[in-house]
């Protein structure tokens, strides 16, 4: 197969960040996602309707003319959100789901949730509307080694959780292993879950063999290859519990080549690409289109999108830096220089 033809794709999982580095990235997802579910780590963080929706008129205002990208609105659980505040903000369509990230467990979540009992009015809000719950499933405990993080989460805080909430519906975001995907099919009447190119294209030896490579360094961190394969196989599988969501969260270069260099890996504008590869290389493309553009809508409640996009087999190359305006200077996408196999072309 030398060309794709697919509906087009979501992405269930962004940073876009603000100012500046909004500006420089949003264009590279406008041109291939038609939607995308908007992370609300900012600082400070995205947390009541009207931050979200004053939010959103930001992304609005910097879309490219004639651009129909739509961003979709999350908001921040803290443990002194309001349930009110947020059903509200679901009733009039300015927010789609609540991102629980645990305190600590990433870039500006400090002021994520300590103790789940204090969100319990919340999530029962949640039950009700049938809002989703995205999840940064990973305990932040120091005595968990990091590369445990996200199955020691499975078993101690969502499993428990799902049987408190039993109408909670969940997203597992950027799973990372081979438990996570068994988890998920083991909810899947009501857990879905996001992969992140990165995840499905690399391991922890491609991080750290022969030399830390910064722009592998993510969280949830890449794990061993099993789990890589375990990935591979669920999502080139065609279950409909998998989906597109790429976790792109652009840094700028000096904050990635640093001693202590974030974590974030800047997929958007080759992420599509990134995905076809993995899809192709293992024999499953006609599963490309259900994970990029269907799974996601069906699992949000959601059309399809209305229009399509064009995979074509052809020389491309992955480009070196990203300008950004200001201090931030330039970003360096995931894989920066190196030959990719696909290109996606607009579909006339
Ligand atoms: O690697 C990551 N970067 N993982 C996250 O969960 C957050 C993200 C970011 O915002 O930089
Ligand atoms: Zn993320």
Known sequence: MDALTLRRPDDWHLHLRDGAMLAAVLPATAAVMGR??????????????SQAAAYRARILALLPPGSRFQPLMTAYLTEDSDPDDLAAGHRDGVLTAVKLYPAGATTNSHAGVRDLSRVRRVLERLEALGMPLLVHGEVTTPEVDIFDREAVFLDTVLSPLLAEHTALRVVFEHATTAEAVAFVRAHRDRVGCTVTP?????????????GVRPHFYCLPVLKRARHQQALVQAVTSGEPSFFLGTDSAPHPVSAKESACGCAGCYTAPVALQLYAEVFDAHGALEKLEGFASLHGPAFYGLPVNPDRIRLVRGQDVVPSAVAVEGPAAELRPFLAGRALAWRVQAEG
Do not use: E, K, S, Y
């Open 36 to 49: 995308a579910i908007v992370m609300p780590n900012l600082v400070p963080p995205v947390v009541t309707t």
């Open 198 to 210: 990165q995840h499905l294209l690399a391991n922890r030896n491609d991080m750290l063999v022969g």
